[in-house]
């Protein structure tokens, strides 16, 4: 659910910051790195769409809530500053958001907010228009799935912007990737890896680290970024490595699902490496290379991680053996069901 920010306030915030109708300063650097603006957000919602973008890759927020910026809000004075159809763009985009980036209790406030829209209508005098328009917008947010709010806003922008966007259609989603990660007492060492490995994701990819029962501060250190691609799963007690692995797989929601190994750094090309192995060998189920840049990725068949159709016999003596070469291993997702122990 959105949380509004008390009038004034001034600092950094330890939530995403998610900034509507504001005036903004963003580092060149910061927008590069997220792929500049969402070429669908091209009207409305733009600020939003960045500075959800802004949340994913880490990076931090100052509010500056002294500070005032005169501008009209259209929505305020609808009959006078806004046509019907600048309103339903208003709407699409919103409802877009909404429906991409938000949970279930923030759509449900988007549906009441659109209720208590058309009474304002109905006390402001609101052109009939206008009010259709809500209505029907509402109608969709209470009868229509969110796959369809979806293709309808898909449409109507491709519409308007037609050649100016990348291609005919919404770009087909790229590979999700998870990062597995075991850790035991590893704050000596977490920071370096991590740091290693995050520039390498996307803003959709993830790092599932599991803490099992660490006696340091491994898991605040991690929560400590403020990277909302990570995600700590703690045990309370130490479970040992197979099974620490074997909950972080299972936690993992990727396509493609990379076992990190051993306590070093990734060399800057690793997920790209894989990623690439993965498209020229499509039948290639698990792979298996180096985290440094001087050995080849190689492929392994599903029942080599097996032994006796047990899975945690295998995957432990294949960390054992590879472990003193920091090697990563990466499996399609749809693989786990073939190797995990029933749950």
């Given at each position: 659910?959105?949380?509004?920010f ?26 590069a ?24 890759l880490?990076?931090q ?17 609808m ?9 339903r ?25 659109l ?19 809500t209505?029907?917008?509402?109608r ?24 100016a966007?990348?291609?005919t ?9 998870s ?23 996307g803003?959709q ?17 991690v ?9 700590v799963?703690?045990?309370?007690r130490?479970m040992g ?29 690793t ?11 499509p ?20 029942r ?15 960390l ?7 090697e990563?291993m990466a ?6 069901q ?5 749950a």
């Open positions: 659910m959105p949380r509004w008390a009038d004034g306030y001034r600092g950094v915030p330890v939530h995403p910051v998610f900034a509507f109708n504001s005036a903004s300063l963003v580092r060149v650097d910061a927008l790195q997220m792929g500049g603006y969402d070429p669908y957000f091209w009207l409305d919602n733009s600020d939003a769409r960045m500075f959800r973008n802004l949340a994913l880490g990076k927020v100052f509010v500056a809530g002294d500070i005032r910026v005169q501008h009209e809000f259209s929505m305020k004075s009959q006078e500053s806004m046509s019907p159809w600048r309103y763009q208003v709407l699409l985009a919103e409802s877009a958001f909404w429906d991409r980036e938000m949970n279930v209790l923030a759509g449900l406030e988007r549906t009441l907010r209720a208590l829209r058309m009474v304002k209508h109905r006390r402001r005098g609101d052109a009939r228009e206008l009010r259709s328009i209505a029907a917008f509402l969709l947010r209470l009868f229509r799935s969110r796959a369809h709010r979806q293709e309808l806003f898909r449409r109507s922008v491709e519409l308007h912007l037609g050649a966007l990348p291609g259609a919404l770009p087909p989603r790229p590979p999700r990737v990062i597995c990660i075991a850790a035991c007492n590893a704050s000596s060492y977490v920071d370096s890896q991590l740091a290693s490995i995050l520039p390498q994701l803003l990819d993830e790092v599932v680290l599991v803490d099992d029962g660490s006696a340091d501060d491994t898991a605040e250190r929560r400590g970024r403020q990277d909302l691609r990570i995600r799963v703690e045990h309370a130490s490595t197979i099974p620490t692995f074997e909950a972080a797989l299972r936690n993992a929601t990727g396509d493609i699902l990379f076992v990190a190994q051993g306590t070093g750094t990734w060399a800057p090309d997920v790209a490496r894989f990623m690439r192995a993965f498209h020229q060998h039948a290639a189920k698990v792979l298996l290379g180096a985290s440094t840049a001087d050995l080849a990725v190689k492929a392994l068949q599903p080599q991680l097996q032994r006796g159709s047990r899975f945690r016999s295998a995957f432990l003596r294949l054992r053996k590879n472990r003193e070469r920091n990563v499996l399609r997702s749809g693989v786990l073939q190797i995990l122990p029933p």
